[in-house]
């Protein structure tokens, strides 16, 4: 080979990533022709094929658990070179879905060592104190959802052993049964200095639940992102604490269900962006109504919908009389339709009445509010980032 192992490497990883969005799996695993072409390229590129794995049901976990051990690269066993591994099977939150087998998951979970990124988790502390001990150290990325029957304080006290998370997600489903175990007060505090960005999907009952008060406690020194599932004010009394910390360094927010007006606008000086996860669930409105407009910070420059009807672009015209009422209340520039599927450029090839009707909308928002519209990806009508 003419050029270093390290060239070569960086080579393949740009051949991996570039088909990984494709859903075929010969150019999801765009690396498997390099292996057959010589043994020093096979020793680079055979990693790459366990750097990322998705798992959608218990039958691919039992699978990937029994060969891991079996498999093995030039240096060293297979499972070491996972990093990114995704349970796309457990986001689904169903009464009736009876969960993974956990004993399978945490065979699993013991084999990968250098894990960076766990999405779509769901258990209780055994899988958590099982995923400490294997990969603590290396842990970025934690997306956790305790499993129904489980007790909430004990799968916190886990927690404080992912020193090294940049992003946490916990998930406590406010539909599932819990027993809740130790007062939350003496639960051990996670400490995470790299802490960027948390998701509390918390369990609220008519009082803050164990999760929204042991996080109260907590304090994330380089936190910019927060996500809160319920704001009313109960949670807002018990997190008043967390927020008056954390607030004047937050520069993204998202609201799942929230009540506008206790949104404590004083304490996120330099929110940039509020995120809102379903507007029809909280408001029957698709977009924040204009009564909601003076309880934004003035600081806010994006507002992101989670959630469009891409079916129904009439619904949002009434947006553009609201703004126009009160447009000296709003500060914000871009509205984000960051729901997966809306995508100009999908529009334009699927749906092109669709399309007309969002771009007559886009061009009258701007024309006379001043407002882009932006899609998932981050782009105008035109195709174009904005300026």
């Excluded at 698709?286 to 959630?307: A, C, D």
């Amino acid at each position: 080979m003419s050029l270093s192992v390290e060239l070569w490497s960086m080579i393949f990883e740009l051949v991996q990533a570039s088909a990984s969005a494709d859903v075929g799996w010969n150019k999801r695993q765009a690396c498997l022709p390099v292996l057959l072409v010589c043994k020093d390229w096979k020793e680079i590129a055979e990693p790459l094929l366990f750097r990322t794995i998705t798992i959608s049901h218990n039958k691919a976990i039992r699978q990937l658990t029994t060969s891991l051990p079996l498999r093995h690269v030039a240096r060293g066993p297979a499972a070491s070179c996972i990093r990114q591994l995704r349970l796309t099977s457990m986001a689904y939150w169903g009464p009736d879905y009876r969960g993974p087998d956990y004993r399978d998951l945490m065979s699993l979970l013991s084999q990968t060592r250098n894990l960076i990124s766990l999405t779509g988790l769901e258990g209780s502390f055994r899988e958590l104190t099982v995923l400490a001990a294997s990969c603590a150290g290396t842990l970025h990325n934690l997306d956790f959802t305790l499993a129904k029957d489980e007790c909430i304080s004990t799968a916190l006290c886990v927690l404080k052993e992912f020193t090294s998370l940049s992003q946490l997600s916990f998930y406590t489903p406010v539909y599932r049964n819990y027993s809740v175990g130790q007062d939350a007060a003496d639960i051990p505090l996670l400490e995470a200095p790299e802490l960027r960005c948390l998701d509390l999907g918390a369990r609220m009952e008519g009082a803050p639940s164990t999760t929204v008060t042991y996080f109260s406690r907590c304090r994330f020194p380089s936190l910019t992102e927060l996500r809160l599932h319920d704001l009313q004010a109960d949670e807002l009394s018990t997190l008043y604490d967390f927020l008056s910390y954390h607030g004047p360094r937050l520069e993204r927010i998202q609201f799942g269900r929230v009540n506008a007006s206790i949104i404590p606008k004083p304490l996120f000086p330099r929110v940039r962006h509020f995120v809102f996860d379903n507007m029809d669930d909280m408001d029957e409105e698709p977009f924040p109504p204009g009564r909601w407009f003076p309880y934004f910070p003035t600081s806010v420059r994006h507002i992101h919908l989670l959630v469009v009807d891409i079916d129904a672009p009439e619904l949002y015209l009434p947006f553009i009389d609201e703004v126009q009422k009160d447009r000296a209340a709003i500060h914000f520039d871009f509205i984000h339709l960051d729901d997966p599927e809306f995508s100009w450029s999908r529009l334009y090839e699927d749906s092109p009445d669709q399309a007309g009707h969002w771009v007559h909308f886009a061009l009258r928002l701007k024309r006379e509010t001043g407002i882009t519209v932006l899609d998932k990806d981050g782009l105008m009508w035109t195709m174009a980032k904005p300026n």
